[in-house]
């Protein structure tokens, strides 16, 4: 699972590295290098970030929609809202897709059978942060429910964090809901509740702008070279011309994709990613009309390049989930990155989905790292599921309910895992007992 893997990689086993080598212990060849992933302790913590400045327009703009909440799926626009917010029509572009029919409440994996949907309900994760001193915001008609509370008690009761102290370009019947509220007994209107302003997000985009220099690392050990996707994926469902969902897998270096696999891509240099080139040379790269799952093992994670050949992403009547084989329990299983402009243009939406389902799935629009001048943004119009939107400016402004996918494993902050922990102290604990030692000789 990502985060667990983040965590034990980068943090505990780099300081139990540290001190191991301090020691003067020799440790074994594991047969590739080490690899430095940036810590997600910040990043995960927010379903949207912003990064534009007001100059440039709005860093994020929700209309119409449920952020921190899912209420139906699939959904039919059903609900009652305290704020009138609408909801999307998504059950209807799925007719005869999902199952069962009429309800359409999950799809079946073509190749194992299982059941797969986004969770259905509530679950407070709504947090939204606009980074850039002078972000602002608009929203009307739409439900929060947030609390970042549950990530550091000095922000209980707060869903929204700003770095600007003037965030507010437009908000109209915004409910926002603390952890806790039932749908239907809100805390009060944004933004007289629920909005922290002036608040220092620096630790947040540093973190962002350390995993753009790591995810632009050149060929991340051959892998980009070796996995290539060059193919649009459209009309990939059981409701056409008795075509199945499209399915990728990832494998471990040496393992063999299951038959039924459409396409599938290798972890070359045995560091848990898998990093795949998407290349659609002066084009789009379309997922249309189709139902996609990425299937795994829990200890791979997909990434998903669009390269400076590629100009945007553009999803329509879609679903894209993460499948079988334990990937991701409870995560992410795959990030879908932009991290140049290329040929793509000023103003162009990265990522673009309209009537989409998405279930653990990531999109993270870098081209500029976190800088408030960036121009492009993520524009997802009548969407559901549960995903992770990271960009210049993030569009929600038709018919949206979405929750933030939790990293399996995530302990609050400040608490360490106990293998982690163990870890470092053992490290510690060593380095103790070789001073005491050391001590004892020069007496």
């Known amino acids: 699972m990502l985060l667990s893997r983040l965590q034990t990689t980068p943090l505990g086993i780099r300081a139990w590295l540290i001190v191991m080598t301090s020691l003067g212990v020799v440790l074994p060849d594991t047969g590739h290098a080490m690899v430095s992933v940036p810590s997600i302790s910040e990043i995960e913590k927010y379903l949207i970030v912003g990064f534009k400045d007001s100059a440039h327009g709005d860093a994020v703009n929700l209309q119409n929609g449920e952020f921190g909440a899912d209420r139906e799926v699939l959904s039919t626009g059903d609900h009652d809202s305290p704020t009138g917010a609408s909801f999307p029509n998504i059950r209807s572009v799925f007719d005869q897709r999902w199952k069962p029919d009429g309800s359409e409440a999950y799809l079946v994996h073509p190749i194992g059978g299982t059941k797969i949907a986004p969770d259905e309900g509530i679950d407070w994760s709504g947090n939204i942060a606009l980074t850039d001193g002078n972000g602002e915001l608009s929203v009307s008609d739409t439900d929060i429910f947030a609390d970042l509370g549950n990530y550091d008690p000095a922000l209980a009761e707060i869903g929204i964090v700003t770095a600007s102290a003037n965030p507010v370009q437009s908000i109209s019947n915004a409910d926002y809901f603390k952890q806790g509220d039932g749908p239907s007994s809100s805390t009060g209107l944004l933004p007289s509740v629920g909005i922290q302003t002036s608040v220092d997000l620096a630790p947040l985009t540093d973190q962002i702008n350390d995993w753009k220099i790591w995810l632009d690392d050149a060929g991340h050990g051959g892998e980009l070279g070796q996995n290539q996707l060059t193919q649009d994926i459209e009309n990939q469902n059981y409701k056409e011309g008795g075509s199945d969902p499209f399915v990728i897998e990832l494998l471990s270096l040496g393992g063999t994709a299951r038959t039924g696999t459409d396409l599938s891509f290798v972890d070359v240099n045995g560091d848990g990613f898998v990093f795949i080139d998407v290349s659609r040379p002066g084009d789009d790269w379309k997922i249309n009309n189709t139902d996609l799952f990425i299937d795994g093992p829990s200890d791979l994670t997909a990434i998903f390049v669009l390269g400076e050949d590629t100009k945007n992403m553009d999803m329509s009547n879609s679903s894209i989930q993460i499948g079988e084989g334990g990937i991701a329990d409870d995560g992410f299983g795959a990030i879908f990155y932009k991290g140049a402009l290329g040929q793509s243009g000023d103003g162009d939406a990265m990522f ?46 038709s018919n949206s309910r979405f929750n933030k996918c939790t990293y399996a494993g995530s302990p609050p902050t400040g ?8 870890l470092f102290l053992g490290a510690l604990l060593a380095l103790g007992w070789r001073q005491r030692r050391q001590r004892r000789r020069a007496d």
């Open 415 to 422: 608490i360490s895992e106990p293998g982690t922990l163990s």
């Open 352 to 397: 673009a989905g309209s009537n989409v389902v998405l279930n653990g799935i990531a999109l993270w629009e870098l081209n500029e790292g976190t800088n408030g001048a960036g121009k492009n943004e993520i524009d997802i119009q009548n969407g559901q599921g549960c995903a992770q939107f990271i960009g210049s400016t993030v569009l929600h402004t």
